[in-house]
């Protein structure tokens, strides 16, 4: 269980709202893989998670064209990679299902790669927006 600190607050309040739901969806799906909850539950779980990612996403990637974001290509690519990472899980799920010994590996996987993503990647975000805010 990855608990959200303060410090991966972006400064944006749309955004980090979403990325903690987005830990809440992550925990949800490494819980319910850890517990063996069954092949359903795991499925749903991760179902949920995709579903918030591109929603998530697409509502970031807006922002960013809202805000002229200097380095959206960049960005929307890394997105565009965890998604295909999340539907090759996905498929992986459904033909194999989850080892409690793949969860811990999974789980590492993926959390380092959002709290990564959001101190350096979104973090820009917050910056872009504080700057422009100062320029007023
Ligand atoms: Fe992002």
């Known amino acids: 269980m990855i608990n959200w600190k303060e410090s991966y607050d972006i400064g944006v309040e749309t955004i980090d709202c979403q990325h903690r ?28 998670l995709k579903e918030y990612t591109l929603e998530h996403f697409s509502s970031e990637e807006q922002l960013m064209v809202d805000i ?16 295909q990472t999340v539907l090759e899980l996905e498929e992986t799920v459904k033909t194999k299902g989850v080892s409690v010994l793949s969860t811990i590996k999974l789980n590492r996987t993926l959390t380092d790669w959002l ?12 910056d872009c927006i504080a700057a422009k805010g100062k320029a007023v």
């Open 21 to 48: 739901q987005l830990l809440v969806k992550l925990n949800e799906f490494f819980e319910a893989c850890t517990n063996q909850k069954g092949k359903e539950q795991i499925e749903e779980t991760l179902r949920f």
């Open 68 to 83: 002229d974001f200097p380095e959206l290509a960049e960005h929307q690519k890394t997105h565009a990679e965890f998604v």
């Open 115 to 126: 709290l990564n993503h959001i101190s350096k990647c979104d973090q820009l975000i917050g």
